[in-house]
């Protein structure tokens, strides 16, 4: 062992007394550290730790809710639904993109995709303007050609005689198009029949569809050139210009058979308005003078017929010698035209034409319904052939509603009830769903028979009328019928086809609608109506009675059966 010595005690007891020192404030810093830990913990609130779990949680959803959105759009219309409001966003844009690139490509239009509607083109915002006293002024024709031609287009109709329609043209129906059409493939097919207006395009309906503008009640024929007998059943007016290259090939390549077939067989009076047209206004108001001339020696259609066939200016040494060639007195000619005879008859031509706002060069009046735009012989014959067969319905249809044996019956009982409805009109829907309702179980004491009366403002009334009597040739009208009713908004003809297909319909009843071979019995029915009283519809006569309609299926059930009591 090592020896101890003194030196050896004194420097280890200086170590220990080191040592001790060192060792308190250790032992004091850990006393200080525990004090600090239990201060710290003891202000450590709870509501701290609450919304830092909250927000974590809140904020994980988000990520997974958006990532689910993402992958399943369709999610976003079922909210969408709920809320009443528009949350597609960018994504939702994108899957439409790829679906329809998938599925529609290169097709314009308004898809339904997963549960929500997908858009392909620009959307083209079109109003179609009508008369609301005119009868087919809302031809189904002009909303299914511009539907045809825009798929992605939204129609709205609006009535000319409404207020604040504003309507700056004078020929109806009219087109009011958005200027987004210059982007769509429509652009290039309607061309030069679009006239820009500013901020929008005007298109005037009868270039794209042959529909009339309105029912004209008074029109004044004193002093016009007419060929015909007075009394004929039909009166047709034509107005024409003394430049007009449509009324020419009319002159030329129609006027012999309008002659020998409509107007020789006395089934109209034709009558010519001619108005001057021209860059020289005093030349065409010569012209149209020289036309009246000869009329007054009964050759008007002769020479305007000669006239048109007259290429080059029309001077008047032109006009006297054209006079000469349909043999007319020379002298008594040339001295009408100097004496411009007949230029008070000119001047209330054009009066005329403007107060029927008539700003289309040849326009056909048949009967009091105008059409614009020229005519075939063809095309004037079938209006001629219409009209009288309307007519002839307004005079031999029998007012009583027993005696229509053509129409649908339901039911086989005593108590008749007589139905005047349109299938584009809500309250006629309504009342069918009551009245359905109504007469369960007693069909054996009931006969309903169905008459169709279009609201001609509805834009597809006349065409689902006419679809209504194909399906009763067809044998099952009351199936189509609920079917129709069910279908009010989308009236097209496309639908209307297919709503047979589904009625079990075959190509018999597709062709009826096409060649609308039941259009006869469908005017027979307004006619019927309106010689029963009726003005609008629905209306319901049951014993002979027009009757109040209730507005409950108990208040149907309380008056059938009050009916049937009398009985």
């Known amino acids: 062992m090592p020896k101890t010595t003194k030196k050896t005690i004194a ?14 404030p250790r032992k004091k810093a850990v006393a200080r550290k525990a004090i600090h830990h239990r201060a710290s913990h003891r202000h450590l609130s709870p509501w701290w730790v609450f919304w830092t779990y909250l927000f974590g949680i809140l904020f994980l959803g988000l990520i997974v809710g958006g990532a689910y959105t993402y992958y399943n759009p369709g999610i976003i219309k079922k909210i969408d639904d709920k809320i009443g409001a528009s949350i597609l966003e960018d994504n939702v ?11 529609k490509k290169g097709t314009m239009g308004l898809f339904e995709v997963n549960g929500f509607v997908c858009q392909s083109g620009s959307i083209i915002p079109i109003e179609i303007i009508y008369d609301s006293e005119c009868e087919e002024c809302l031809s189904p024709s002009i909303e299914n050609t511009l539907q045809l031609l825009m798929p992605t287009s ?16 004078g020929t109806l129906p009219y087109v009011i198009i958005d200027k987004k059409i210059e982007g769509a493939p429509a652009m290039q097919i309607l061309g030069e029949k679009l006239f820009d207006a500013g901020e929008k395009y005007l298109l005037n309906a009868s270039t794209i569809a042959d529909t009339p503008r309105t029912v004209i009640t008074e029109i004044n024929l004193t002093g016009s050139p007419f060929k015909g ?6 009166t047709v007016v034509e107005f024409i210009g003394t430049k007009c290259p449509a ?23 034709y009558v010519s308005k001619i108005l001057p047209i021209g860059e020289d206004e005093e030349q065409a108001q010569m012209v149209a003078n020289a036309t009246l001339c000869a009329n007054d020696q009964g050759k008007y259609f002769e020479y305007i017929n000669k006239l048109y066939s007259f290429d080059g200016e029309k001077d008047k040494d032109v006009l006297v010698e054209i006079a000469g060639t349909v043999k007319l007195g020379g002298t008594e000619f040339k001295t009408c035209l100097e004496e411009k005879r007949f230029n008070t008859t000119i ?25 614009a735009g020229p005519l075939s012989f063809e095309e004037l014959e079938k209006l001629v052939n219409d009209e009288l067969q309307r007519r002839a319905a307004n005079q031999e249809t029998k007012i009583e509603a027993e005696n229509i044996n053509d129409e649908p019956i339901l039911g086989t009982g005593d108590l008749g009830i007589q139905i ?7 309250q006629c829907y309504i009342d069918w769903q009551m009245i359905k309702e109504a007469i369960k179980d007693q069909e054996d004491r009931v006969a309903i028979t169905f008459t169709n009366f279009p609201d001609q403002t509805g834009a597809y009334s006349e065409l689902a009328a006419i679809a209504g009597e194909c399906a009763v040739s067809q044998g099952n009208f009351w199936d189509y019928m609920n079917l129709l009713f069910d279908n009010g908004g989308n009236l097209r003809r496309d639908n209307l086809e297919r709503l047979g297909v589904q009625s079990g319909f075959g190509g018999e009843f597709t062709a009826c609608m096409r060649a609308s071979e039941t259009l006869p019995e469908v005017y027979s029915d307004i006619e019927t109506a309106k010689l029963a009283g009726v003005e609008k519809a629905p209306v319901y006569i049951i014993d002979s009675e027009i009757i109040e309609a209730p507005d409950s299926i108990d208040g149907w059930k309380e008056l059938i059966n009050e009916k049937l009591g009398k009985q």
Do not use: H
């Open 420 to 426: 005047y409805s349109d299938f584009e009109c809500n």
């Open 93 to 103: 844009e994108k899957f439409c993109d790829e679906q329809l690139f998938k599925d």
């Open 247 to 269: 009324c020419a090939s009319f002159s030329q390549d129609s006027w012999e058979e309008v002659k020998e077939i409509l107007i020789d067989e006395d089934m109209i009076k």
């Open 229 to 234: 007998d007075t009394e004929a059943p039909l």
């Open 11 to 24: 420097k280890k007891t200086a170590q220990k007394k080191t040592a001790k020192k060192k060792a308190i």
């Open 154 to 169: 939204v129609i709205t109709k609006v009535d000319a005689r409404g207020q604040g329609a504003g309507i700056p043209v």
């Open 347 to 371: 001047k209330s031509f054009i009066s005329e034409l403007k107060k029927l706002e008539i700003n289309t060069i040849p326009s056909y009046l048949v009967g009091n319904r105008l059409y």
